[in-house]
């Protein structure tokens, strides 16, 4: 079944390759993290190695969100009926309420690629390089904001200061999330920077003119 079907938005096109969908530094080990990638619900986690996976946000029982589960060693359990998925291939290894039972290789949850390059944690979409195409510049994490107008609209007026870079992750139709990051010794003006962007779009008319 495609992804798609598991998600209450519409879903927009997206190129094939991969998307910035949140910062490193967000993505503590143990904790599932939802994001949504052009109208597709994701969850991103990491493992306690460090590993990070993204796989649609619906356990294949009866569609759970698993962000709201929790994150063993390499698996993850969806928080319903405690089914346990594990992070390598997202194969259901354990049902609690059959112990005994070895679970059939068919229940798998559905998977993206994942990444983390130049602080950023990373999804494919469809076919691509097996790695984001990106320098890794030692930069860090510096601020994620939410700013309700497209994608699109936040590109064309995004100017950068030198010491930092930006990816805008399309949420919605209408709304996108901008992901700063920034050399280790500019990180507060990174903040200060999305900070300011975000405002910008709050107290302007720059989504009106749309
Ligand atoms: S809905 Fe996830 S285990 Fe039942």
């Known amino acids: ?25 967000d993505l503590p080990a143990g904790a599932p993290f939802p994001v ?3 109208g597709r619900e994701i ?11 993204a796989w649609v946000d619906r356990c294949p029982h009866r569609g759970m969100r698993l962000s709201l589960g929790f ?14 998925y594990r992070g390598e291939g997202g194969g259901c290894d354990r049902i609690p309420a059959h112990p005994d039972l070895v679970p059939p290789k068919t229940i798998t949850v ?26 890794d510049a030692g930069l ?14 936040v590109k064309a007026i995004l ?5 930092m870079e930006a990816e805008v992750q399309p949420v919605l139709a209408a709304r996108c999330r901008v992901h700063v990051t920034a050399k280790r010794d500019c990180l507060k003006a990174a903040i200060a920077f ?6 910008r779009f709050e107290t302007s008319d720059l989504i009106a003119a749309e």
């Open 1 to 25: 079944m495609p992804a798609e079907t598991y998600s209450d938005h519409p879903i927009l096109p997206l190129a094939d390759g991969w998307h910035a969908v949140a910062l490193s530094r």
């Open 36 to 38: 949504i990638l052009g």
């Open 43 to 53: 969850v991103i986690w990491r493992a306690e190695s460090g590993a990070v996976r």
């Open 71 to 84: 994150v063993r060693g390499d698996t993850l359990s969806c928080l319903y009926h405690g089914w346990r």
């Open 110 to 135: 559905e998977r993206y690629g994942a990444a983390e390059v130049a602080g950023l944690v990373w999804v494919r979409m469809g076919e691509g390089a097996d790695a984001p195409a990106v320098a």
């Open 140 to 153: 860090d994490g510096a601020m994620s904001v939410t700013i309700d107008a497209p994608a699109e609209s």
């Open 159 to 163: 100017t950068l200061p030198d010491d």
């Open 194 to 199: 999305a900070e300011a962007l975000r405002r």
